[in-house]
């Protein structure tokens, strides 16, 4: 099953959005998606509607038990209509997690891939991994637990700086893992229409070349469908909504091009919001 990574030290990029970006467009062709989130804000774990979950992948890294996973899955509260969609699952994130990392530091052996261990024998069509702003073991499990590394930026000073570090990080990850993990691409979010964004995004591909995608634009209608725990895709008739959904379906079919083409897009979905 293709697993991804969505990866940056730097905060505030954006990195959440575009998982979850990913997640709509998979939601939107009906295809079995469970999400995992690794960053102790929970902000991926809020976007698809789950509150106080009654349990986190924080009990999946707290010992070494193969499928671990399985037990720990929950429905999202995305619409579960019109056809084809189908509900993505997820593995909650709560504040606890943060606690998780120095913990397990304490692993004489290491403790690297653990996640991918809970992982064993779980069987989804796609997997997203949210990784926290950081390059600590959260984010090394989840780069052995992936095949993929999508790594999100913005269009803005330093930013090629911080992808050239990150990219050096799954190489050296790569180097010492049995499996294969590739590089997805470089996905720019929040692009704006301004002269600064425009030069910074240039400079990203001037320096990265083919890594770098096609930009995801900044539109207000990506943080509404994130604070109302709706997919992009469901926001029917909002301004910005439809263009932002294809953006992240074209995403989608660069990033897992295995797991076919662009749908037509879903009947807007009542969401009272």
């Excluded at 997690?97 to 991918?116: S, V, Y």
Aim: charged share 20%; glycine share 8%; proline share 8%.
């Amino acid at each position: 099953m293709p697993t991804i990574a969505v990866v940056n030290q730097k905060g505030g990029v954006g990195k959440t959005t575009v998982a979850l970006g990913l997640a709509a467009s998979a939601w939107s062709r009906g295809i079995d998606t469970l999400v995992l989130d690794l960053d102790p804000q929970g902000n991926a774990t809020t976007g698809l509607g789950v509150w106080d979950p009654p349990f986190s992948i924080d009990q999946a890294l707290a010992e070494e038990r193969p499928g671990s996973i399985a037990g720990l899955r929950l429905a999202s509260s995305w619409p579960d209509e019109p056809s084809p969609v189908r509900v993505p699952s997820v593995v909650a994130a709560t504040p606890a997690l943060a606690m998780r990392e120095p913990q397990l530091l304490t692993d004489p052996i290491g403790a690297n891939d653990r996640l991918a261990l809970a992982l064993q024998d779980v069987s989804h069509e796609l997997v997203i991994i949210d990784c926290p702003p950081s390059l600590g073991l959260l984010t090394v499990n989840g780069l052995f637990a992936a095949d993929r590394a999508l790594i999100v930026t913005e269009p803005g000073a330093w930013a090629s700086d911080g992808v050239s570090q990150i990219l050096r990080t799954v190489e050296r990850i790569a180097s010492r893992r049995s499996a294969d993990l590739r590089i997805a691409g470089v996905a720019v979010n929040r692009l704006g229409r301004t002269r600064d964004a425009r030069y910074w995004n240039e400079q990203l591909r001037t320096d990265h070349g083919a890594l770098v995608l096609d930009p995801i634009h900044l539109r207000a209608a990506v943080p509404e469908a994130s604070a109302s725990s709706l997919p992009i895709h469901a926001l029917g008739a909002r301004p910005g909504a439809a263009e932002a959904a294809a953006e992240f379906d074209h995403l989608f079919d660069t990033v897992v091009p295995e797991l076919g083409s662009t749908p037509s897009q879903p009947d807007e979905v009542p969401h009272g919001v």
